[in-house]
């Protein structure tokens, strides 16, 4: 026999509930395995003969088995008589129902157990008041445990139905926030549009007080008109984006976005119609708005510009945006920058924990997050990166690599990562520096297997303060296995071959090779193939970098 006697357990046991206070002595009168008081029928109380140990019949009944029963408690084996046949602990069993009924509330005019709820008159009821007031045709009564059960499920669907409101509400809001967040970060592009537009009209009115000649005058009247036209236009194509947006989605995209609840993104077959070179895309400087093509962040109009037009438009701002000069025409009002009291033009930054912070702008009709660097930029307007890294879609986030050469911009790369794969979130890491390194500023460092199938983009050796590095900055990255895939154009795999030390190396498949394998394939290009060959066609291939990189904040459709 193992430990006391079923005798000198129970002993003990009611020894023990006579000195507790309520707390332990509900805890006594309680089944271990269920955490149900003990009451009549299948949940009387019954003690295992060897160890003494007590439990309700219906959970001994559900650990019976053709051979021994274990307690579960100490795990001894019973053997011999089944459950059924066991005797029922009707110390234990009237103890129980005492303490239920003393310590569930009693009634206040005869003191005895509230056991009984009348439906017709909402009130709880002891025997008594049952037969003195409530036994007559009109009252429903029942038990109260029926009442009881009825009202904690009740409890439990409002409570559930509660909590989804607020999870509906909270969807709403964060929404709200984000679209806010969207439309000041579309108000902080087209501020850079606008004031470049507003000096190219200075520039027009100054240079018009001294023309004096019929050629000049009709040359300074068409190029405000182009310029009028190109405003008006980029006004209503922004005023079609506002009240169009989402009239034209991507069925494919809308039945991803339900699966796995994220808020609408654009698709990639949505933006390549309006792929522009990188460095039209950057305005960081009045001379390089105006000198280097960038204002095509205006629409142009189809009206192609004479030789002379160009020569005219050629290097019209030299002055930085701090200097503004009043300009009074007659009939015209003073155009002036300098009397507004913003900052213009307006940049938006995200900011993390510890400070560094990141650009956000609205590029191709999508958010874009740049990734994190300390050298803090000059913004007007700061969002939490803990808000918007939340934004970020969990089964196929979304990157895109700038990648550019000594002398100028390649493209654009947007590649869409299986978050699933921890590889893929260890490079959605170096993308948004979210870890401390980022891919920025990197160089590719060859070609594997060039001209020929399998044919790949060899990148990933990092910038630290040290200077370059390969190490992983995440563990137990997959290799092998199931992860493995045949060699096609446009996959984003490992390069590390299984070594940890090497897992911040990446390829980019370039010419397909059927019936061979890529040993963990995490993401793959939709779209900019064509800047990634234009990569692998450069005379150095070393020389190419990435310029810039980050994530694309999935965003809710205005």
């Not at 401390?436 to 199938?453: C, D, E, L, N």
Request: hydrophobic share 35%.
């Amino acid at each position: 026999m193992i430990g006391n006697s079923a005798e000198e357990e129970h002993d003990a046991h009611f020894s023990k509930l006579a000195l507790s206070p309520t707390g332990i002595m509900e805890e006594e009168l309680t089944c271990a395995v269920c955490s149900d008081m003990y009451s009549s029928g299948l949940r009387e109380p019954v003690a295992l003969p060897l160890c003494g140990h007590t439990f309700c019949k219906q959970c001994l009944s559900s650990v019976e088995t053709e051979g021994p029963v274990h307690c579960p408690t100490c795990r001894t084996q019973h053997h011999g008589a089944s459950i059924a046949k066991l005797p029922t602990v009707f110390a234990l069993l009237s103890l129980s129902e005492t303490f239920n009924k003393t310590e569930r509330g009693g009634c206040g005019d005869h003191g005895s157990p509230l056991e009984f709820w009348c439906r017709g008159c909402q009130e709880a009821l002891c025997g008594h008041c049952l037969l003195e007031a409530h036994v007559r045709d009109g009252h429903h009564v029942e038990k109260a445990k029926i009442f009881i059960e009825e009202r904690k499920m009740e409890i439990h669907a409002q409570g559930a139905q509660l909590v989804q409101k607020i999870r509906e509400r909270k969807d709403t809001i964060v929404g709200n926030i984000i679209n806010f967040i969207v439309q000041i970060t579309q108000g902080a592009e087209e501020s850079k549009i606008l004031c470049s537009s507003t000096q190219k009209v200075e520039k027009i009115v100054k240079d018009a007080g001294n023309i004096f000649s019929i050629d000049s005058v009709l040359m300074s009247s068409t190029l405000m008109e182009s310029l009028q036209g190109e405003i008006l236009k980029h006004s209503a194509q922004r005023a079609e984006e506002i009240t169009g947006a989402g009239k034209q989605r991507c069925k494919s995209c809308s039945e991803t976005e339900a699966t796995i609840g994220l808020p609408r993104q654009v698709s990639a077959s949505e933006v390549e119609w309006q792929e522009i070179p990188l460095e039209e895309t950057e305005q960081t400087t009045v001379h390089e708005d105006l000198g280097q093509g960038s204002s095509s962040d205006i629409p142009v109009d189809s009206k192609p510009k004479t030789s002379k037009e160009e020569a005219f438009m050629e290097g019209t701002i030299s002055r930085s945006n701090s200097v503004q000069e009043d300009v009074t025409v007659e009939g015209v009002e003073k155009i002036s920058v300098k009397n507004l009291r913003t900052p213009w033009p307006l940049h938006c930054s995200v900011v993390d924990g510890e400070g560094r912070t990141g650009r956000l702008r609205w590029e191709r009709k999508r958010l874009h997050l740049y990734a994190l660097t300390k050298n803090l930029t000059e913004a007007h307007l700061l969002v939490q990166m803990s808000l918007l890294q939340t934004l970020v879609s969990r089964e196929k986030p979304e990157v895109f690599l700038d990648l550019g050469v000594e002398n100028g911009s390649i493209g654009r790369v947007y590649i869409r990562l299986e978050g699933r794969l921890r590889r893929a979130q260890h490079f959605l890491a170096l993308c948004l520096g979210s870890l401390g390194p980022s891919y920025q500023g990197s160089k590719f460092h060859g070609v594997a297997k060039r001209g020929a199938p399998g044919e790949t983009l060899a990148g990933g050796k990092y910038i630290t303060s040290e200077g370059t590095s390969v190490n992983g900055l995440m563990e137990n990255l997959e290799w092998g296995g199931k992860y493995i895939k045949e060699k096609t154009e446009g996959l984003v795999v490992g390069a590390s071959g299984g070594k940890p030390e090497l897992d911040a190396f990446f390829h980019i498949c370039t010419r397909e090779n059927r019936g061979k394998k890529f040993a963990c394939a995490f993401g793959e290009v939709v779209t900019g193939m064509e800047v990634v060959h234009a990569a692998v066609k450069h005379i150095a291939v070393k020389d190419v970098f990435i310029d810039n990189i980050g994530v694309v904040i999935p965003t809710l459709p205005l």
